[in-house]
């Protein structure tokens, strides 16, 4: 198990009920980094455009990928026409998908994952 600490850990409970979601780096220069969010978060290099910002891996594009709450509850990745892709289980996404909390998914060389909080 995990702990949240510092800047990473949620401020308090989210109004409306909904979940509060945890961006995990599994592997790449940045292992163990977490960023907690609560309907979206955008994934790159420049953290004038990415809330969850890998600047030391470049394969990962300024604005690479967004996950993000669909009106049924699910969690949904999105490529932002990145230069390298995202891949999920060894393929490269071509629209956006679902993905199941605790599935890996591929961005330049970072692997990450998102768990409830």
Not at 69 to 90: I, W
Not at 108 to 116: E, I
Request: charged fraction near 30%; include cysteine.
């Amino acid at each position: 198990m995990r702990f949240l600490t510092g800047e990473d850990r949620p401020s308090g409970p989210r109004e409306g009920g909904s979940d509060m979601y945890v961006l995990e780096v599994m592997s790449g220069p940045l292992d163990g980094k977490t960023w907690a969010f609560e309907q979206e978060i955008t994934i790159g290099r420049d953290d004038a455009v990415a809330t969850a910002c890998i600047t030391i891996d470049r394969y990962i594009s300024r604005k690479h990928a967004r996950l993000y709450e669909e009106g049924d509850g699910r969690l949904r990745l999105a490529d932002l026409a990145s230069r390298n892709g995202t891949r999920v289980g060894g393929r490269t996404l071509a629209d956006p998908e679902p993905i199941d909390f605790g599935q890996p998914f591929v961005v330049g060389r970072t692997t990450l994952r998102v768990v409830r909080n």
